[in-house]
């Protein structure tokens, strides 16, 4: 048995734990830059404001209609949903963080002890009492199905928050209510087919031939719907496989025209990159970096990328940086006004298990994991910051966040203060 807990309007609701006064008025989390709004609260939705609305484009209908705007804060969403997770964790003997709001639990056994909808009571008054999120909750023997009942929570307000789908009844009546569309890895065009099938349904798709089903789609489908009809296919995944990419890429707050400027935003992102990259515990041979113009106006456009290949598997930032700068020296034009850059890391090996060339002339640096262990150690600690000369300290390329809340719960300067 399955549970999947997800908090309700996640950014959205971060925003408001610490400002009760806006509790109930209509919220937007806007992108990158400021650019388009990416999470809303009810209030919101209800305006028919959408997902992607540009800000400049919306701006005036949003002072006029009392919208508040807010930009990503992913230093306060990162450490709440930290929390979130920790308490969802504590009460479940298994756990699988899907997404920064989302976390499938093993509850097996739990039914025995009480009814499933008292726990999932009990799941949200302990994360509502502790962190001040809402949470819904649904339970069902499949991951798809809790999914589903967890979606039900969301959607309809007479449930309280929790569906419990052990019944198969329960589960029939609701798959018959929720469209083929709704559906937790059935996309777009999935959908499309699907419909033309006549499938337009949970509840259809459910009943649909497994054969018809596994010659017209791949195994994923033929999965999804063993799952619908309450056979577990896919298993709780404790410790998630680690990537077999990592990308940091960012718009820059404003044009960036010269070369110092774009190495100093492209070190930062190797940086981060090789961060997440030691954070997974894997090492890298790949390195790319790519940069853009502006999409839209009358100025020159130029977009490019270049790859660089280490001769050892490595983690070492500098490493990394060193292979990035020699990558942007080789796409980099004059006479542009850059919009975006990122760095992509690939070809990874996991640390201890890469065999070196015999033949190479280049070796690992002496201590580098060492050294490296030691800088995360710190930036970590959150007693002091290490980095690289190459970031700059002056960094005019940085990111728009003109509208960003205090790091209530991680900068000991901006913590809540009661007069």
Same mark, same amino acid.
């Given at each position: 048995?399955?549970?999947?807990?997800?908090?309700?309007?996640?950014?959205?609701?971060?925003?408001?734990?610490?400002?009760?006064?806006?509790?109930?008025?209509?919220?937007?989390?806007?992108?990158?830059?400021?650019?388009?709004?990416?999470?809303?609260?009810?209030?919101?939705?209800?305006?028919?404001?959408?997902?992607?609305?540009?800000?400049?484009?919306?701006?005036?209908?949003?002072?006029?209609?009392?919208?508040? $705007?807010?930009?990503?804060?992913?230093?306060?969403?990162?450490?709440?949903?930290?929390?979130? #997770?920790?308490?969802?964790?504590?009460?479940?003997?298994?756990?699988?963080?899907?997404? $920064?709001?989302?976390?499938?639990?093993?509850?097996?056994?739990?039914?025995?002890?009480?009814?499933?909808?008292?726990?999932?009571?009990?799941?949200?008054?302990?994360?509502?009492?502790? $962190?001040?999120?809402?949470?819904?909750?649904?339970?069902?023997?499949?991951?798809?199905?809790?999914?589903?009942?967890?979606?039900?929570?969301?959607?309809?307000?007479?449930?309280?928050?929790?569906?419990?789908?052990?019944?198969?009844?329960?589960?029939?009546?609701?798959?018959?209510?929720?469209?083929?569309?709704?559906?937790?890895?059935?996309?777009?065009?999935?959908?499309?087919?699907?419909?033309?099938?006549?499938?337009?349904?949970?509840?259809?798709?459910?009943?649909?031939?497994?054969?018809?089903?596994?010659?017209?789609?791949?195994?994923?489908?033929?999965?999804?719907?063993?799952?619908?009809?309450?056979?577990?296919?896919?298993?709780?995944?404790?410790?998630?496989?680690?990537?077999?990419?990592?990308?940091?890429?960012?718009?820059?707050?404003?044009?960036?025209?010269?070369?110092?400027?774009?190495?100093?935003?492209?070190?930062?992102?190797?940086?981060?990159?090789?961060?997440?990259?030691?954070?997974?515990?894997?090492?890298?041979?790949?390195?790319?970096?790519?940069?853009?113009?502006?999409?839209?106006?009358?100025?020159?456009?130029?977009?490019?990328?270049?790859?660089?290949?280490?001769?050892?598997?490595?983690?070492?930032?500098?490493?990394? $940086?060193?292979?990035?700068?020699?990558?942007?020296?080789?796409?980099?034009?004059?006479?542009?006004?850059?919009?975006?850059?990122?760095?992509?890391?690939?070809?990874?090996?996991?640390?201890?298990?890469?065999?070196?060339? #015999?033949?190479?002339?280049?070796?690992?640096?002496?201590?580098?994991?060492?050294? #490296?262990?030691?800088?995360?150690?710190?930036?970590?600690?959150?007693?002091?910051?290490?980095?690289?000369?190459?970031?700059?300290?002056?960094?005019?390329?940085?990111?728009?966040?003109?509208?960003?809340?205090?790091?209530?719960?991680?900068?000991?300067?901006?913590?809540?203060?009661?007069?």
């Amino acid at each position: 048995m399955f549970a999947l807990a997800d908090a309700n309007n996640f950014y959205a609701s971060c925003e408001t734990v610490f400002r009760p006064d806006l509790r109930g008025k209509p919220i937007c989390v806007v992108s990158n830059n400021d650019g388009c709004v990416i999470a809303r609260s009810a209030e919101a939705k209800r305006m028919g404001i959408k997902m992607g609305a540009p800000l400049f484009k919306n701006e005036r209908y949003f002072r006029e209609n009392g919208v508040h $705007i807010f930009s990503s804060n992913y230093a306060l969403y990162g450490d709440m949903s930290a929390r979130m #997770m920790a308490i969802l964790g504590e009460m479940a003997p298994g756990q699988e963080i899907y997404s $920064i709001d989302e976390s499938f639990l093993d509850v097996s056994g739990i039914s025995s002890y009480m009814p499933l909808e008292d726990f999932g009571l009990q799941m949200r008054n302990r994360v509502k009492k502790e $962190i001040g999120l809402t949470i819904g909750v649904g339970f069902g023997p499949s991951k798809t199905l809790a999914k589903l009942a967890n979606f039900a929570a969301k959607k309809w307000t007479r449930t309280g928050g929790i569906v419990d789908l052990t019944s198969p009844e329960r589960q029939r009546k609701l798959l018959a209510l929720v469209s083929v569309d709704d559906i937790w890895g059935i996309g777009g065009r999935l959908s499309k087919r699907l419909h033309t099938m006549g499938i337009s349904t949970a509840l259809q798709l459910a009943d649909s031939n497994i054969s018809m089903i596994r010659k017209s789609f791949d195994v994923i489908v033929e999965r999804t719907v063993r799952e619908l009809n309450g056979e577990s296919c896919l298993a709780l995944e404790d410790a998630p496989p680690p990537k077999q990419q990592i990308v940091v890429s960012r718009s820059f707050g404003q044009r960036v025209t010269s070369i110092e400027d774009l190495q100093q935003a492209v070190v930062t992102y190797a940086t981060r990159a090789s961060e997440k990259l030691r954070e997974q515990g894997s090492k890298c041979q790949h390195v790319s970096v790519s940069v853009n113009t502006g999409r839209y106006g009358n100025e020159p456009q130029y977009a490019n990328s270049a790859a660089m290949t280490c001769e050892y598997p490595t983690s070492d930032t500098r490493d990394i $940086i060193g292979l990035a700068l020699r990558a942007l020296d080789a796409i980099w034009r004059d006479g542009y006004r850059y919009a975006k850059a990122g760095v992509t890391l690939g070809d990874f090996y996991q640390s201890g298990v890469a065999q070196l060339d #015999m033949f190479s002339q280049q070796l690992p640096r002496a201590n580098a994991d060492a050294l #490296m262990s030691a800088v995360d150690q710190i930036n970590r600690s959150g007693l002091g910051k290490v980095w690289f000369a190459g970031q700059g300290t002056d960094n005019v390329w940085k990111m728009k966040r003109e509208m960003l809340s205090p790091r209530y719960t991680t900068c000991l300067s901006e913590t809540l203060r009661v007069k």
